[in-house]
């Protein structure tokens, strides 16, 4: 079919989404750069696929580490959005902003990444709805933000919620409902409760590691927490343990630079935020 076949592109594409979902950053960019690139020459820069591979390409670099790239981008994917009119309650426009807010949060605009997250959750809860996952993934996010900006009570309130939606609706296993585990596990160490924090730690690992595997960003981010929450109850060596595989392996894996590895060497927690679903 030739490398600008629209099938090859979308083959492209979608590899380097799954290349991501399985930790794989750096190959995920390569791939997302690459069909990007190619959406741009060919169809342009305001065609949907071309925007869609922008949003994808910035979430995976972010996930990488490379925040200030992946907060551009989505700037600059919103304003194509804007200049072609394309409602506001679109999918498309919708899942831009989440991201948009998730850069804002990583690149320490805390405040506007609240607020903005706050209308972006409105909205998702008039169409597609309470229940669906881009729903239940925006709300995720708003409880980190929350917490990150000082409000822990109403994390907790919003995010225990969401996690008995996201058990009911997609199962104790799936990955929306175990990062939003991790995340309310965070909230709940922040008001010491660290018993209730080490137990959703726990099902954390449980729920990644078999599914994900022992070396995937997510399930050591539920390992590394699970260390921060035992080095409070005075559990010291087990502590220790996990934070120093953890850290040898987001070292290893991700870079001495990155954020993960930056917050496990200095024993702070780690939130995992979402993204809608095939974004």
């Known amino acids: 079919l030739g490398a600008g076949h629209p099938h090859t592109l979308i083959s492209i594409t979608n590899l380097g989404r799954?290349?991501?979902?399985?930790?794989q950053y750096e190959p995920s960019i390569s791939m997302l750069s690459s069909s990007y690139e190619a959406y741009k020459q060919l169809f342009g820069d305001m065609y949907p696929e071309t925007l869609r591979n922008a949003k994808s390409l910035a979430v995976s670099l972010r996930k990488a580490g490379r925040v200030d790239e992946a907060r551009a981008l989505t700037?600059?994917?919103?304003?194509?959005?804007?200049?072609?009119?394309t409602p506001a309650s679109i999918p498309d426009v919708l899942d831009?902003?989440?991201n948009y807010a998730t850069d804002l949060y990583a690149t320490g605009a805390r405040e506007e990444a609240l607020s903005l997250t706050r209308e972006i959750v409105?909205?998702?809860?008039?169409?597609?709805?309470?229940r669906h996952p881009a729903t239940l993934a925006a709300v995720n996010n708003l409880g980190i933000f929350l917490r990150g900006s000082g409000e822990v009570s109403r994390a907790r309130a919003l995010l225990e919620k969401n996690f008995d939606t996201l058990r009911d609706a997609l199962g104790d296993r799936h990955p929306y409902t175990l990062a939003c585990a991790v995340n309310l596990a965070n909230v709940l160490a922040e008001l010491h409760e660290l018993r209730q924090a080490e137990e959703l730690e726990r099902l954390a690992v449980a729920g990644f590691q078999p599914t994900l595997g022992h070396e995937h960003p997510d399930t050591i981010v539920s390992r590394a927490n699970l260390g921060v929450t035992l080095r409070s109850l005075g559990r010291i060596p087990e502590a220790?343990?996990?934070q120093e595989s953890s850290h040898a392996e987001f070292a290893r894996m991700l870079g001495e630079n990155h954020p993960h590895t930056v917050s496990v060497r200095e024993g702070k927690r780690i939130h995992r935020d979402l993204e809608?679903?095939?974004v």
């Open 240 to 242: 220790d343990q996990l």
């Open 96 to 98: 831009c902003n989440l």
């Open 276 to 278: 809608p679903p095939a």
């Open 75 to 85: 700037h600059q994917t919103r304003e194509h959005y804007r200049v072609r009119d």
């Open 18 to 23: 799954d290349l991501r979902e399985t930790g």
């Open 122 to 130: 409105r909205q998702y809860r008039t169409a597609p709805g309470e």
